[in-house]
């Protein structure tokens, strides 16, 4: 959690970091002292990021949701890790990370999202791609799902989802953090557009030891 801590921070400017299954197999201890620790630097600061989790709570150390302020604009953020996922590692899991299903933590963060008005909606899920899909034909809110359970590389273009009048597109993140996802916003005439890139991990970035 500290490395991602670092890195998001230092070196990319994130405003919003996800809870995964993996950083709840942390001893709690170390993850709440982590946190104290970067609490104060944390307040306030646009460029410090929250850690958001709608279904996996640590005391009141994650936040459900988190609104961005950008170029004018609000963005609505959530993460989830499906419950298949957090069945998975039921086990070796802490006890002190309390996990909510995924429907009732919906239930929970979708008004609060809707009242925020936000512009843009996104919702980071460590799922299936068809736990994603459901959950889009369920909630047809979110602009954007970043799916963290692909397999292999991210497609060339992003998965249109139409529910109504309401477009998703569905992304998938790939595996082993050999790409990046870099989505451009813009509204034209009040309107959202997006372009989306895929940028491989390879040799034109330098390694920092």
Known sequence: LQTTWRGLVEAMRYSAIGIGPEDIKNPSIDTIQF????KETRTGSPAQPKFVAANIQLYDYFEPFQIIEAGG????????VGDAE???IAEVAEADYVRIPVAEALANVVPK?????CDVYILGA???LDACREIVQQYPLFDFVLAGCGVGEPTREPE???VGDHLTSLIQI???SMHSIVI???FDSGKLTSRYQRVPMDARFEVDS
């Open 35 to 38: 946190l104290e620790e970067t």
């Open 73 to 80: 604009k609000k963005i609505g953020v959530t993460m989830l």
């Open 86 to 88: 957090l069945a998975e």
């Open 113 to 117: 999202l809707r009242q925020a008005q």
């Open 126 to 128: 460590t799922m299936s």
């Open 160 to 162: 249109p989802i139409q």
């Open 174 to 176: 790939g595996s082993k």
């Open 184 to 186: 451009g916003l813009y």
